[in-house]
């Protein structure tokens, strides 16, 4: 199996980008993770374009992606091209919209629900009431856990997603949310309440939106590594009209020198009875290896609802990280007992944040 796998990261490599393992060639000795800022003109790769003095600012980010999973052939894609464009001035109101055009180019579709698509992943205005409360309305990312609120590729350690963190609960929701950080003792915490009435904007083909929610996340600091998290949820979904899920999850980030533990586990429960729970999560470790090279795995379970048994996962991968702005991922998913779509397989990116 180490040869099959060592062969199909050549091969990936090989497809995916030269380019860019030229200019790993060059950094690879590296002695930090932290990798130098690259700059083009007055332009930072990864802090996106100001456009002149008029408040706007232009990013985005990037993802080619090879798949090679089990029982079918190996393709490769362009998996986003996301267009960022947020608005900053100089009083209370902020603006923020991300349009992504998901399967943009690929070698192979294998179904409806991968064809090319323009997703509006978010589009909503800020206003700061004060130093702490902070009102946005629109559509925004689900405030459940960490992994989704991250949410762009360059971000993440993995080309795959963790089940709990999107077969759950839906990504987005379109409506009102209150955040901000506010005292704990000595302590900072953060917190976000949220309200959505449906009307979901722009939804996916392959998302079964919200019809009804409301929710909170809140995460706290404790000690200088360790941040704990707790979410809360109360929702209705499109697809299953009348049915009352309650959803109740924990998730924590360690952080140390470069080393990273995060961790998310959630229980969604259902007005309709014990068979439509749906309970399970991840654990996931980074460890740096050598200059910017990074180490990663990863284990995960859930227990779909009406499944006779739980889905399981590990993902062990590499991660060759140059700054925040650029990153190679390179990784093998095994799993039991999973579900039609799930990848099982090797999975390789390159990923670019403008």
């Given amino acids: 199996m180490g040869i099959q796998v060592y062969e199909k990261a050549l091969a990936c490599l090989r497809l995916l980008c030269p380019a860019f393992l030229l200019l790993a060639a060059q950094l690879v000795s590296a002695d930090d993770g932290s990798g130098e800022a690259i700059i083009i003109g007055s332009y930072e790769l990864g802090r996106g374009l100001p456009i002149g003095d008029s408040g706007f600012t232009v990013g985005g980010y990037a993802t080619a992606r090879y798949d090679d999973m089990r029982g079918s052939n190996p393709r490769l894609t362009a998996d986003h091209l996301s267009l960022m464009v947020w608005w900053e001035g100089t009083g209370r109101w902020k603006f923020f919209s991300e349009a992504d055009l998901e399967e943009s180019l690929a070698t192979r579709h294998s179904g409806a629900d991968e064809e090319r698509f323009l997703a509006l992943e978010r589009f909503y205005l800020d206003y700061a009431l004060t130093d702490s409360v902070n009102v946005r309305l629109g559509k925004y990312l689900t405030p459940i856990g960490r992994w989704n609120q991250i949410h762009a590729d360059p971000l993440v350690w993995t080309t795959s997603r963790p089940m ?27 917190y976000a309440i949220f309200l959505s009435a449906g009307t979901e904007l722009r939804r996916k083909p392959a998302e079964d939106p919200f019809s009804e929610a409301r929710g909170l996340h809140l995460n706290l600091p404790v000690g200088g590594a360790l941040q704990l998290g707790l979410s809360l949820a109360d929702f209705e979904q499109e697809a299953t009209p009348g049915q009352r899920k309650r959803l109740a999850g924990m998730d924590f980030l360690w952080s140390r020198q470069r080393w990273e533990i995060t961790g998310e586990g959630v229980y969604r429960s259902s007005n309709e009875g014990a068979a439509l729970v749906e309970k399970g999560g991840f654990i996931q470790a980074v ?29 062990a991968g590499l991660n060759y990280r140059y700054n925040r702005a650029l990153s190679l991922k390179a990784e093998v998913v095994r799993g039991s007992h999973l579900q039609d779509g799930m990848p099982e397989g090797f999975l390789a990116s390159f990923n670019v944040l403008f």
């Fill in 164 to 190: 709990v963190t999107h077969a759950v609960f839906p990504g987005t929701a379109t409506g009102g949310m209150v955040q901000g950080t506010v005292s704990i003792g000595s302590r900072e915490m953060d």
């Fill in 287 to 315: 460890a740096p290896l050598t200059g910017r090279l990074y180490a990663v795995g990863r284990i995960e379970a859930l227990r779909f609802a009406g499944a006779d048994k739980t889905s399981r996962n590990w993902v």
